[in-house]
């Protein structure tokens, strides 16, 4: 095959085509994980996981005919459905249909399995990365737009609700819908996008959130499928955005064909009765820990619907690894937000970050560690502490400078100990890690309470989140519909999980187009878009070093700033209006005589004013 010619309709059709079947025996497709693989991959070794129900491979032996490629093993299992093929692909292979030949009891059957070339033939950026040059915005596909009603339900799937009344029900949404709408990310300065799981989520109920795979190998139909997902990240790629994928390590769904029929028992935890995790992640690190203590936190299962995967299996950390680098390579994938990552085998998450690294040195992957202190986030991810096990995570999602940094400084009484010294005494905990401005911070999720219902629906301390989010150091992340002042208490969590208004048959508002919008939601979005826009311009912001100042009763001030700019941030937390000057800051303020409101444009002296729960963004000028 000349691939010269393999344009990205043939591409995506090859792509398409191993999704549906390879062989056929008894009217059953042999599967094959990964589906495919690609020419000139540095992780030129691999496993491939081969299933036919219809099959006992236990006795079965496997060649390859095809030019580059070698089988260097061959495992059976305990489910004779499964046999997992070792094989490496020679640099000198080209791309084209493996032919895989089982013979099983003197029978032979023939497999073509495909090698594709590389996506950098099809000349889009990928695997870039993030940092803290961007800003994210995080949504739930199926509730924030509805591109195409076609694929609200499809038939054959085991849960067909479709019900926006319900906060738990599927709703429609879909990546069309987000397609169709990246002019409002880019407004908002957006220049990254990370959703919830769009892969295959077969289960009979709460699908809308995907963290219940079924199929790591599929994108899941109702939200468009493969051919979605692959338009949405060329679309982002072709604007010089970026694409975070939402990968889960730790359980798959309990209608995973792995956990429905295993390969062996071993895939996932096995206990003699149902047994969760404790969800207390001090029983990991903690020297004095018990290891039954241990085991039940990493290994118990996070809920009845979710087993817990048997990482320590070395298929299964093979069938992980490589599904995580397969999905970069076929989806353009920039970088991962990797869900319960506290609950992982830390050591076989560093052997799969480290694969990920080798394979895209700019890769970039961040975890999902809420837990209880900064030296607790610190421990999961690239730190400074003298400890035995030592991280290769890039970063963690900050919950603690979320819960124990920005929403105490706005919602309590400013005392030695309360108030916003806990946002400054949070951020002093910095030095514990290698690269704290590599950490994402954000005000909500999908999982907890929205800000403006944490803030009691304060438009001055929502304002002053937003400021604090844009300016802070680290990677900012936005929660969609926060922007245009949603709420919602995560008491279930659906409440924090409603439909982004525009997109809906019947919907009287429409944040896209701001009809329908009272003025303080209109205004609020206009200032959220001013601060993003500005952020993505400045470089103070964007790669710039950061000086706090104690707070004195309330007021709080810090400064980002690089050679050739300086931003001066101001937080008054007060009960009353406050004056400032310049000579108090002189270590960041010298040779500056006045500076621009970046929100108002109001020129500033070196003396001014700021009013109670105000926070004021000032670009410095000489």
């Known amino acids: 095959m000349n691939t010269r010619f393999l344009h990205r309709p043939l591409l995506l059709t090859i792509l398409l085509l191993n999704f549906a079947m390879l062989s056929i025996v008894n009217g059953q497709a042999t599967e094959a994980y990964p589906t495919n693989w690609f020419t000139q991959m540095q992780h030129n070794k691999l496993q491939i996981l081969f299933r036919n129900i ?328 690239r730190n400074n502490l003298n400890i035995p096990y030592k991280s290769n995570l890039h970063a963690t999602s900050d919950f603690h400078l979320l819960f124990s940094g920005i929403l105490p400084a706005l919602n309590e009484k400013n005392d030695w100990g309360a108030g916003v010294i806990k946002l400054y005494n949070t951020l002093s905990n910095d030095y514990l890690y290698k690269v704290p401005s590599n950490n994402v911070i954000f005000l909500d999720n999908h999982d907890m309470t929205r800000i403006h219902s944490s803030l009691g629906e304060s438009i001055p301390k929502t304002k002053m989140a937003y400021a604090w989010l844009m300016t802070c150091r680290g990677i900012p992340q936005m929660y969609y519909g926060s922007e245009v002042l949603m709420k919602g208490i995560s008491n279930p969590d659906g409440w924090v999980r409603l439909d982004f208004p525009g997109d809906w048959a019947g919907d009287r508002k429409n944040a896209f187009t701001e009809v329908g919008m009272s003025d303080q939601e209109k205004d609020f979005l206009h200032y959220v878009q001013l601060l993003g826009t500005y952020r993505k311009s400045s470089t103070a912001l964007k790669t710039g070093e950061m000086m706090q100042y104690l707070p004195e009763d309330g007021l709080y001030v810090y400064f980002r700033y690089t050679k050739g700019q300086t931003i001066m941030c101001v937080m008054n937390t007060d009960t009353k209006e406050r004056k400032l000057n310049f000579e108090k800051y002189a270590e960041r303020t010298n040779g500056f005589t006045s500076g621009k409101n970046i929100v108002t444009g109001e020129k500033i002296g070196n003396e001014f004013s700021i009013p109670s729960m105000n926070m004021q963004v000032i670009e410095l000028t000489k």
């Open 54 to 381: 219809n099959v006992n491979f236990s006795k079965a032996t496997v060649n390859a005919n095809y030019l580059g490629v070698k089988v260097l093993g061959v495992h059976h299992f305990e489910n004779g459905h499964y046999i997992a093929v070792d094989i490496e692909i020679a640099a000198t292979a080209k791309p084209g249909n493996v032919n895989f030949v089982f013979t099983n009891k003197g029978e032979k059957t023939n497999t073509p399995w495909s090698l594709l070339p590389r996506r950098k033939g099809r000349g889009t950026l990928f695997a870039q990365g993030i940092n803290p040059s961007d800003l994210i915005y995080f949504l739930m596909p199926d509730r924030f737009s509805n591109g195409d009603i076609s694929n609200d339900r499809i038939a054959g799937l085991k849960d067909q609700s479709l019900n926006r009344d319900s906060i738990f029900l599927r709703h429609g949404g879909d990546l069309k819908g987000v397609t169709n709408h990246l002019d409002y990310f880019q407004k908002l300065g957006v220049s990254t996008l990370w959703m919830t799981p769009v892969i295959e989520n077969d289960m009979p109920d709460r699908t809308e959130h995907g963290y219940a795979a079924t199929n790591n190998y599929a994108i899941e139909k109702r939200l468009g499928g493969d051919r979605a997902y692959l338009t949405l990240s060329d679309s982002l790629h072709k604007r010089g955005m970026k694409l975070i994928q939402d990968i889960v390590y730790n359980h798959f769904g309990r209608f995973h064909f792995l956990v429905q029929d295993a390969p062996d028992k071993n895939w996932v935890h096995q206990w003699p009765s149902y047994t969760q995790t404790h969800y207390r992640e001090q029983a990991v690190f903690d020297p004095h820990h018990s290891k039954v203590d241990a085991e039940k936190m990493i290994n118990g299962w996070f809920t009845t619907e979710m087993p817990d995967v048997n990482q320590e299996n070395p298929f299964v950390e093979k069938y992980l690894t490589q599904n995580a680098i397969w999905s970069v390579e076929t989806y353009g994938i920039d970088a991962f937000r990797i869900d319960t990552y506290k609950y992982c085998n830390v050591e076989v998450m560093n052997r799969l970050n480290q694969a990920l690294i080798d394979e895209y040195p700019n890769i970039f992957a961040y975890g999902e560690c809420w837990v209880d202190g900064v030296s607790s986030q610190a421990y999961y991810v």
